[in-house]
């Protein structure tokens, strides 16, 4: 029983770590595709939907969706440099 206290007590302070994160990987999502966009039109148009996606995840509140999708993005405009 105590470790599922501690359990739950972890997931309940770990969540507003989670929403902390979303907006600082949509600012550097943002601040890659001013200044190092990719060339191929596919990526880009996939990054801006991935980064729509995340912000639209983070919004309703499923921080962890989130972080997930937006870590995809970044993974795509880092693997076009």
Known sequence: ?????????????STPLWAAH?????????????TDPPADPTVLEEVK???????????SGDH???VKVLGEALNLLQSSE
């Open 49 to 59: 939907k991935l980064r729509a996606e995340g912000e639209a995840l983070h919004k």
């Open 64 to 66: 962890a969706e989130s």
């Open 22 to 34: 979303c907006p600082a990987d949509m600012a550097k999502i943002d601040q890659l595709l001013k």
């Open 1 to 13: 029983m105590r470790r599922l206290a501690i359990f739950l007590a972890a997931a309940v302070l």
